[in-house]
């Protein structure tokens, strides 16, 4: 029996609508149930929520805090909208089992290729002019961003990188490919029915999200690299891979600055010189190249196998 057997019949488009109104109803309630954690775990109001969060006394309720609110607001608009869509949720979303390692340890060095790449568009993003007004509004954002990254990614055990390993870089991982790569990139394709598209806009939606503009175009390419791993793979979990290292890059070299030099330098890595982008996506070409063959299985329209004879191929 193949996964089509298995979907209710509602158009592409409507489920992408579905998503995003599962989204932001998700982003309300996620918002509202940390309130409750925040005040079971440190025992002050909701009132002064705001403020204290950047305290380093109360990093435990925030990253608890982040855990929940990630979950809700990613995977439960992905997971029901599948579930509407179809009786198997997560075949839908490319959860796939049959995870290979040359794969795998291909999506782990796309993800080390395009950090030139990203480098490259870093400096170009900065470059763009923006007025007096624009400026300031997005070095605050960018200022407080840089805050909570350095709130949970505390360093003084062993046992707090661990946890910094799993609030940042794994949960985040999983949350997101299910909902951007695996949810929406899937039914944009399915909608247009024009792969490099949906990848193009489901990747500047992944950056929007993440509400940094310094960060909007080099996030831009690694959402590109993610779709293409997802797209080429038909297996949201290379995806996942992929993106778990990447943040799990980031954590590691903020626990060694810590370690080294009892602070923490968010900018470190994040310029890179025009040549070197340059080289980063000619070898990030040949990569993608590679990975579509290894993955032995028909491309889709929607970048997912739907016959036995494809399933089979991919799983073998």
Known sequence: MNENQYQRKIEPGVEVLILFGLLIACMIVGTVVTIPIWMVMTGKGPL?????????????AVKAMQVVSTIIIF????????????????????????????????????????????????????????????????DNMESQYAEQVKLMATFKTPTDYIAAIFVIAL????????????????????????????????????????FSWYGFIPRVALGMALGYIFYYTGNLWYSIIGHFFNNALMVTVLYYQYLKDKKI????????????????????????????????????????????????????
């Open 265 to 316: 330098d968010m900018e470190v890595g994040e310029a890179a010189p025009w040549w070197a982008g340059l080289i980063s996506l000619a070898v990030l070409v040949g990569l993608f190249i590679t990975l579509k063959k290894l993955s032995a299985t028909k491309i889709y329209p929607d970048g997912l196998a739907n016959t036995n004879e494809a399933t089979n191929r991919f799983n073998s």
């Open 171 to 210: 949960m985040p991982a999983i949350v997101e490919e299910v909902f951007f790569r695996g949810a929406l990139q899937s039914a944009v394709t399915r909608s247009i029915k024009v792969p490099w598209l949906a990848i193009v806009i489901t990747s500047v939606i992944f950056s929007v999200v993440h």
């Open 75 to 138: 995977f439960i608009p992905a997971f029901v909208t599948a579930r509407i869509v179809t009786k198997k949720p997560f075949a839908h979303l490319g959860l796939k089992r049959g995870v290979k390692i040359n794969r795998a340890v291909l999506a782990i060095v796309i993800m080390l290729a395009v950090l030139p790449l990203v480098g490259t568009l870093a400096e170009l993003n900065k470059a763009i002019p923006l007025t007096a007004a624009a400026k300031k509004f997005f």
């Open 48 to 60: 002064e929520m705001a403020k204290d969060m950047l305290n380093p006394a109360y990093v435990d």
